[in-house]
């Protein structure tokens, strides 16, 4: 059995709730990323959280969960999946944190440069 990890993908929102589109938005990722991943052998979707950011009250955002094996392959597949399915690649944040520990996010890929910060 190979090392597990985290992966979350973060996308910004405007408020606590989300729009229409940001739900949306949410079953979409959801659905591209756990056929991708199991059609991989990578991994799967774990859940998601939609609302208030733990690190800023004031920051909302979208973050989708995973459970993956190998890393890098794996944050390849999502950037491609999400980039291909024209999901609002250019908005993501992902993130991976070694699974079973308490430890906090890395940083893995940033929708811009000089982003350098994650938290949930």
């Known amino acids: 059995m190979s090392e597990k990890f ?3 993908v973060q996308y910004p929102l405007k408020s606590a709730k989300g729009s229409q589109r940001d739900h949306w938005l949410r079953d ?3 659905e591209y990323l756990e056929i991708s991943l199991t059609d991989a052998n990578l991994g799967y979707v774990d859940g998601f959280d939609m609302g208030k950011c733990i690190s800023d009250p ?13 890393e890098e392959r ?26 079973g520990k308490e430890e906090t996010y890395t940083l893995k890929y940033a929708y811009k440069k000089g982003v350098t910060d994650f938290s949930l």
């Open 6 to 8: 985290w992966l979350a």
């Open 28 to 30: 979409k990722v959801m």
């Open 58 to 70: 004031n920051k909302y955002a979208l973050h989708v969960f995973c459970v993956i094996t190998e």
């Open 74 to 99: 794996s944050i390849a597949l999502v950037k491609r999946v999400l980039r291909e399915s024209r999901l609002d690649y250019t908005r993501i944040k992902i993130a991976t944190m070694p699974y």
